[in-house]
């Protein structure tokens, strides 16, 4: 059975880690921040001891996730896009970029990027152990080291087990790359905020980033699942603040999609501030001239040699040009009814109600989809406390924070990992030029 296969089932095992492990460098997280640390380090020094501890049984759990299984891996729009490009070409991973400046490998799958990222660990010769969880982060001043306390075993994420095996683990440089708290299910639960908050840094207000939008005051059951392409708006006390086109999904809550996403990312709430202060707007008309629509139909229906008997409700006129939850929702803000008759189209007061209303379809967020659902994590320790070259700690020398624990949460596209990247591959080759100098 192959080890792919193996970790598949749940039933491939990474060495035991010793009770006490001393090493040059210890990288928690075994993400893409975390690997790209090791790599880095141990290009730059091939005889650094570098070791990496990752809570779940397998590497990249949350990475395999991204761009629904494709990992979207960075946008040529981010900063250092190049450098980030360069990096990952360098280990063997070839892309391709879509008409929106996305960039995928060309196999479309998260899982071979990550695995192939493992391989490159395992061929440098970077120790990995699976399934360890660091418990508590300590620097000892004294002996200018650090000490990590993990567990390795059954119930190795709460460290309660009894069949959990305690260990001890310094390291002369330590990289922490565990992520933050959305989406747990992968693993991040937060852990690297308690710890760095020891070690003296400041973490922001954590808030869930990336995430599907409620509107709890709409009856959504006629639009539940279906699919628009749109501009999304999104307003705060009638300012707009954020505008973006793509696909829209109603679900029986509220709105999702990238678009949607992003504007969750941009509701900012400073103190006082409710989700009654925003509003959302779609713009459902950038596909058609439904104002030339609606003209021609009323020109049709009032034409006295109509061949049709009837002319028609008002909601069969939208059945080629909106799915009808959408439609009906469209004649209902707009102030008229889905039964009337479509001779109502006659006036041009009417007609410009309803373009109104699907250019401009309003709905009030009442919450935001939480850390389960959310696809990153907005607030973090914060930038000024950390040099964006190296990525190093101002305020602990060797102690190097990169990836989701920090205060950064970009648009969906490729930004978030194309950070994780760009971070984990400066701090690994910053901890190993330190090393060298202090050889």
């Known amino acids: 059975m192959s080890q792919k296969h193996m970790r598949e089932k749940g039933t491939f095992h990474s060495p035991q880690i010793p009770k006490t492990l001393r090493s040059d460098i210890l990288i928690i997280g075994g993400g893409p921040a975390g690997m790209a640390a090791a790599i880095s380090a141990k290009r730059s020094n091939s005889k650094l001891d570098v070791v990496l501890i990752e809570k779940n049984e397998i590497m990249g759990r949350k990475l395999r996730a991204t761009g629904n299984g494709r990992c ?84 190795s994420s709460q460290g309660r087990s009894a069949n959990a095996l305690k260990c001890t683990l310094y ?94 990312k941009m509701m900012k709430f ?62 209902k803000q707009s102030g008229f009814k889905a039964d009337e008759d479509s001779l109502v189209l006659s006036s041009e007061e009417t007609r410009d109600k309803l373009v109104a209303s699907a250019s401009a379809l309003k709905f009030k967020p009442t919450g935001q989809k939480g850390w389960k659902e959310a696809q990153c994590t907005s607030g973090g320790v914060i930038t000024s406390e950390v040099d964006q070259s190296s990525f190093e700690s101002n305020l602990v020398k060797n102690l190097y924070i990169v990836g989701e624990v920090l ?8 930004y978030n990992l194309n950070h994780a990247f760009l971070s984990g591959k400066r701090a690994g080759a910053s901890v190993s030029d330190r090393m060298k100098t202090q050889a």
């Open 270 to 331: 400073e103190p006082g501030d409710t989700f009654s202060n925003f509003e959302i707007e779609l713009d459902l008309c950038k596909d058609v001239e439904l104002g030339e629509v609606l003209k021609r139909t009323a020109e049709r229906v009032s034409n006295t040699n109509n061949e049709f008997l009837e002319s028609g409700k008002l909601v069969d006129v939208f059945k080629t040009i909106y799915k009808e939850g959408v439609a009906l929702e469209i004649i």
């Open 407 to 414: 205060d950064y949460d970009g648009f969906c596209g490729g």
């Open 72 to 155: 979207n891996i960075t946008n040529v729009n981010a900063e250092g896009f190049s450098e980030v490009t360069s990096f990952l070409s360098s280990l063997g991973i070839v892309t391709k970029t879509n008409d929106n400046g996305f960039l995928y490998p060309v196999s479309e799958s998260a899982a071979d990027v990550s695995e192939l990222l493992e391989l490159r660990l395992k061929q440098l010769g970077v120790k990995l152990y699976t399934g360890v969880t660091a418990l508590e982060v300590s620097y000892d001043s004294d002996k200018t080291e650090f000490v990590t306390s993990v567990s390795m075993g059954e119930a």
């Open 171 to 264: 390291s002369s440089a330590l990289v922490i790359a565990v992520g933050g708290k959305s989406a747990p299910v992968y693993g991040s639960t937060g852990d690297g905020y308690r710890w760095l908050r020891k070690l003296g840094h400041t973490v922001t207000r954590l808030v869930p980033s990336l995430a599907p939008i409620e509107c709890g005051d709409t009856d959504l059951s006629k639009l539940s699942g279906v699919r628009v392409h749109a501009e999304a708006k999104l307003f705060k006390n009638g300012e707009e603040i954020h505008r973006e086109c793509g696909e829209v999904q109603f679900t029986k809550f509220g709105l999702s999609g990238i678009c949607v996403f992003n504007l969750s």
